[in-house]
Nanobody
Framework: QVQLVESGGGVVQPGGSLRLSCLTS????????MAWYRQTPGKQRELIAT??????????DYDDSVKGRFTISRDNAKNTVTLQMSSLKPEDTAVYYC??????????????WGQGTQVTVSS
């Protein structure tokens, strides 16, 4: 059964840090390119960080908006993908999701997303 469970969000002041976790159901996720996405109301979900599977070196890539501030990592033994966020800005406020990339995983023909985790950056 496919499952993605994001956690770790919260309210943080500008300049602060948060660590998001994504617990997957293993299986296909262990061999997939994984990513963190985020979405704000009225906007499309955007891809912000990616990581290749261990067989491809767990190479990472980032959107310019988060480069140098966010770090994506994965632990296949624990079925987790993590996003370490630092130097947070108000514009980082969003609901954060993990999934495979470049397209989300599908279940019964429909895109599957977890519930996401809310990050709010505010003083």
């Amino acid at each position: 059964q496919v499952q993605l469970v994001e956690s770790g969000g919260g309210v943080v002041q500008p300049g602060g840090s948060l660590r998001l976790s994504c617990l997957t159901s293993g299986g296909i996720f262990r061999v997939s390119h994984m990513a963190w996405y985020r979405q704000t109301p009225g906007k499309q979900r955007e891809l912000i960080a990616t990581i290749t599977p261990p067989g491809l070196g767990s190479a990472t890539d980032y959107d310019d908006s988060v480069k140098g501030r966010f770090t994506i990592s994965r632990d296949n033994a624990k079925n987790t993908v993590t996003l370490q966020m630092s130097s947070l800005k108000p514009e980082d406020t969003a609901v954060y999701y993990c999934n495979i990339e470049p397209r989300p995983i599908t279940v019964n023909g429909a895109d599957y997303w977890g519930q996401g985790t809310q990050v709010t950056v505010s003083s």
